[in-house]
Protein backbone atom coordinates (compact mmCIF):
# COMPACT_ATOMS: atom_id res chain seq x y z
CA UNK A 1 0.00 0.00 0.00
CA UNK A 2 1.00 3.87 -0.81
CA UNK A 3 -0.53 6.14 1.14
CA UNK A 4 -2.51 8.79 -1.47
CA UNK A 5 -2.56 6.25 -3.76
CA UNK A 6 -5.80 4.07 -4.57
CA UNK A 7 -5.46 1.05 -3.60
CA UNK A 8 -7.65 -0.21 -7.09
CA UNK A 9 -4.80 0.83 -9.11
CA UNK A 10 -2.34 -2.89 -8.89
CA UNK A 11 1.77 -2.38 -9.50
CA UNK A 12 1.17 -3.18 -13.15
CA UNK A 13 -1.47 -0.83 -13.98
CA UNK A 14 -0.20 2.48 -12.27
CA UNK A 15 3.70 1.44 -13.53
CA UNK A 16 1.65 1.48 -16.94
CA UNK A 17 -0.10 4.71 -16.57
CA UNK A 18 3.25 6.26 -15.10
CA UNK A 19 5.37 5.62 -17.95
CA UNK A 20 2.89 6.94 -20.91
CA UNK A 21 3.53 9.99 -22.54
CA UNK A 22 1.11 13.08 -23.30
CA UNK A 23 -1.19 12.01 -26.19
CA UNK A 24 -0.62 8.41 -25.85
CA UNK A 25 -4.36 6.25 -25.55
CA UNK A 26 -5.64 3.66 -22.85
CA UNK A 27 -8.48 1.34 -23.37
CA UNK A 28 -10.37 0.82 -20.48
CA UNK A 29 -12.70 -2.35 -21.42
CA UNK A 30 -15.36 -4.56 -20.52
CA UNK A 31 -14.92 -8.46 -19.98
CA UNK A 32 -16.12 -9.12 -23.99
CA UNK A 33 -14.06 -6.95 -25.77
CA UNK A 34 -11.19 -8.95 -27.25
CA UNK A 35 -8.61 -7.30 -24.87
CA UNK A 36 -5.85 -10.06 -24.75
CA UNK A 37 -5.52 -9.91 -28.32
CA UNK A 38 -5.78 -6.51 -29.26
CA UNK A 39 -3.42 -5.73 -26.06
CA UNK A 40 -0.86 -7.76 -27.74
CA UNK A 41 -0.68 -5.29 -30.70
CA UNK A 42 -0.43 -2.05 -27.96
CA UNK A 43 2.82 -0.67 -26.91
CA UNK A 44 3.14 -2.21 -23.57
CA UNK A 45 2.19 -5.57 -25.38
CA UNK A 46 0.54 -7.46 -22.97
CA UNK A 47 -3.26 -7.12 -20.97
CA UNK A 48 -3.19 -5.55 -17.79
CA UNK A 49 -6.09 -5.93 -15.26
CA UNK A 50 -8.84 -4.33 -13.30
CA UNK A 51 -10.72 -7.44 -12.77
CA UNK A 52 -12.96 -7.29 -10.06
CA UNK A 53 -14.32 -3.45 -10.48
CA UNK A 54 -17.02 -2.09 -12.78
CA UNK A 55 -15.79 -0.02 -15.52
CA UNK A 56 -17.10 3.26 -13.42
CA UNK A 57 -14.78 2.14 -10.72
CA UNK A 58 -12.18 1.17 -12.53
CA UNK A 59 -12.01 4.48 -14.46
CA UNK A 60 -12.38 6.45 -10.85
CA UNK A 61 -9.47 5.13 -9.80
CA UNK A 62 -7.40 5.53 -13.13
CA UNK A 63 -8.42 9.51 -13.00
CA UNK A 64 -7.40 9.99 -9.63
CA UNK A 65 -3.88 9.73 -10.88
CA UNK A 66 -4.06 10.30 -15.01
CA UNK A 67 -4.59 13.89 -15.85
CA UNK A 68 -6.99 13.87 -19.03
CA UNK A 69 -5.40 15.98 -22.91
CA UNK A 70 -7.06 19.54 -22.58
CA UNK A 71 -5.23 20.30 -26.11
CA UNK A 72 -7.98 17.55 -28.09
CA UNK A 73 -11.70 16.94 -28.61
CA UNK A 74 -11.13 13.38 -28.21
CA UNK A 75 -10.02 13.57 -24.73
CA UNK A 76 -12.45 10.43 -24.08
CA UNK A 77 -14.30 8.42 -26.35
CA UNK A 78 -16.59 5.42 -26.08
CA UNK A 79 -17.61 2.95 -27.82
CA UNK A 80 -20.70 3.27 -30.21
CA UNK A 81 -23.69 1.24 -29.48
CA UNK A 82 -23.99 -1.06 -33.07
CA UNK A 83 -26.91 0.34 -34.77
CA UNK A 84 -27.26 2.97 -32.06
CA UNK A 85 -24.94 5.36 -32.67
CA UNK A 86 -26.49 8.01 -30.36
CA UNK A 87 -27.63 5.77 -27.50
CA UNK A 88 -26.06 5.81 -24.07
CA UNK A 89 -25.87 3.10 -22.28
CA UNK A 90 -26.13 3.40 -18.49
CA UNK A 91 -22.16 1.99 -18.21
CA UNK A 92 -21.07 4.49 -20.10
CA UNK A 93 -23.18 7.34 -18.19
CA UNK A 94 -21.51 6.47 -15.05
CA UNK A 95 -18.32 7.03 -16.80
CA UNK A 96 -18.92 10.11 -18.02
CA UNK A 97 -19.85 10.91 -14.40
CA UNK A 98 -16.42 9.95 -13.39
CA UNK A 99 -14.73 12.03 -15.93
CA UNK A 100 -16.97 14.99 -15.12
CA UNK A 101 -16.41 14.47 -11.47
CA UNK A 102 -12.47 14.45 -12.14
CA UNK A 103 -12.41 17.06 -14.14
CA UNK A 104 -14.30 19.44 -12.53
CA UNK A 105 -16.94 20.09 -15.08
CA UNK A 106 -18.31 18.31 -17.80
CA UNK A 107 -16.52 17.02 -20.73
CA UNK A 108 -18.53 15.22 -22.99
CA UNK A 109 -16.73 11.59 -24.43
CA UNK A 110 -16.49 10.90 -28.27
CA UNK A 111 -18.60 8.52 -30.10
CA UNK A 112 -16.28 5.96 -31.53
CA UNK A 113 -17.62 3.26 -34.13
CA UNK A 114 -16.94 -0.57 -32.95
CA UNK A 115 -14.55 -1.32 -35.64
CA UNK A 116 -12.64 2.50 -35.20
CA UNK A 117 -12.37 1.96 -31.70
CA UNK A 118 -10.91 -1.57 -32.00
CA UNK A 119 -8.42 -0.15 -34.80
CA UNK A 120 -7.47 2.46 -32.22
CA UNK A 121 -7.41 0.50 -29.08
CA UNK A 122 -4.49 -1.82 -31.30
CA UNK A 123 -2.69 1.63 -31.75
CA UNK A 124 -3.00 2.22 -28.33
CA UNK A 125 -0.72 2.67 -25.26
CA UNK A 126 -2.19 -0.34 -23.31
CA UNK A 127 -5.48 -1.96 -22.59
CA UNK A 128 -6.98 -2.41 -19.18
CA UNK A 129 -9.37 -5.31 -19.16
CA UNK A 130 -12.08 -4.42 -15.91
CA UNK A 131 -14.94 -7.01 -14.57
CA UNK A 132 -17.71 -4.91 -16.42
CA UNK A 133 -20.13 -7.50 -17.67
CA UNK A 134 -22.62 -4.67 -19.18
CA UNK A 135 -22.20 -4.29 -22.69
CA UNK A 136 -20.53 -1.40 -24.18
CA UNK A 137 -18.03 -0.78 -21.67
CA UNK A 138 -15.33 0.02 -23.76
CA UNK A 139 -13.53 3.54 -23.06
CA UNK A 140 -10.21 5.41 -24.89
CA UNK A 141 -8.66 7.91 -22.20
CA UNK A 142 -6.17 10.12 -24.05
CA UNK A 143 -3.45 11.44 -21.40
CA UNK A 144 -2.39 15.05 -20.76
CA UNK A 145 -0.55 17.13 -18.60
CA UNK A 146 0.40 18.12 -15.26
CA UNK A 147 1.72 21.94 -15.20
CA UNK A 148 4.32 23.07 -13.07
CA UNK A 149 4.08 24.43 -10.04
CA UNK A 150 3.48 27.89 -9.39
Known amino acids: MLKGIDNRL???????????????????ADTNFPADSVARATVT????????LTCAQA???ILSVLPLDTFVDDFAGRMEVVGKPKEVP???????????????RPRKMVRIERFAFYDMARKSYAVIQTG???F???FMFRKGVIPPEE
Open 10 to 28: NADVLACLRAMGHGDVLIV
Open 45 to 52: GKLLRMEN
Open 136 to 138: YGC
Open 59 to 61: VNA
Open 90 to 104: PVQKEVQAEIDRAEG
Open 132 to 134: ERR
